[in-house]
């Protein structure tokens, strides 16, 4: 059973088309849930923590809130450059010290 | 701030060889982890350590994978007669006092 899922696996937007992307997960003891980006070939490029249900934080286009089983990214008037896969990790009690990561979602902005 | 380093970026090898990588973390980071990457997927941690301790290991490592972090500062993860199955991206990041795991650019390693 996956304890990370992110939906959906794909996202095709037109530039300043506004979006989310999703992130649920079945794990206790949250301690955190992070929100990465990766580009092709490249290492994951740490973008937000959010630690308890409520907590919202933004970057740039970039917004993340948290509630007690999901998390959402939301995009606001994306631009081509946003173009990426997003990594959804939790790391909880039951895990230690890793991160579990979901699949991501891969996203395309067409200008 | 240089970021988390990693050696080679890429790697070709035979099916049988060994291969070693090399991790670089953040100068004042005291955690160090190990993830594997395929394709379409999320990373999968492989072993973390705090300074010169490993603390966590998956259960999924084979026996023939091993990570030694010998001084606290840098690290190496060997796998020892590779399979075509262990083809894959090899990611090391690192974090300090904050939750925050910080990731290299990957390792990239091919078995043929």
């Known amino acids: 059973e996956d304890q990370v899922t992110q939906s959906p696996e794909a996202l095709r937007l037109q530039e300043g088309e506004s979006s989310s992307l999703n992130c649920s997960y079945t794990?206790?003891?949250?301690?955190?849930l992070f929100w990465y980006r990766q580009d092709p070939g490249k290492g994951p490029e740490f973008l937000f923590t959010l630690y308890s249900a409520g907590e919202e934080k933004e970057k740039e286009r970039l917004k993340a809130t948290l509630t007690k089983k999901e998390s959402f990214l939301h995009i606001t008037a994306p631009k081509p450059e946003d173009s990426a896969t997003y990594l959804c990790?939790?790391?909880?009690?039951?895990?230690?010290?890793?991160?579990?990561f979901g699949a991501g979602t891969i996203l395309r902005v067409k200008s | 701030d240089t970021g988390v380093s990693q050696d080679p970026r890429h790697k070709i090898t035979k099916r049988g060889q060994n291969v070693t990588f090399r991790c670089d973390p953040i100068s004042e980071h005291n955690r160090l982890y190990w993830y594997r990457q395929t394709l379409g997927q999320g990373p999968e941690f492989l072993t973390y350590f705090q300074n010169e301790a490993q603390l966590e290991k998956s259960r999924l490592l084979s026996d023939r994978f091993s990570a030694e972090r010998p001084k606290g500062s840098f690290s190496t993860l060997e796998i020892q007669r590779t399979e075509q199955g262990d083809s894959a991206m090899y990611l090391c990041?690192?974090?300090?006092?904050?939750?925050?795991?910080?990731f290299g650019p990957g390792t990239r390693l091919t078995v043929t």
């Open positions: 990041a690192s974090a300090g006092l904050a939750s925050e795991q910080y």
């Open positions: 794990v206790s003891g949250l301690r955190g």
């Open positions: 990790a939790v790391q909880a009690e039951e895990y230690g010290n890793k991160l579990v």
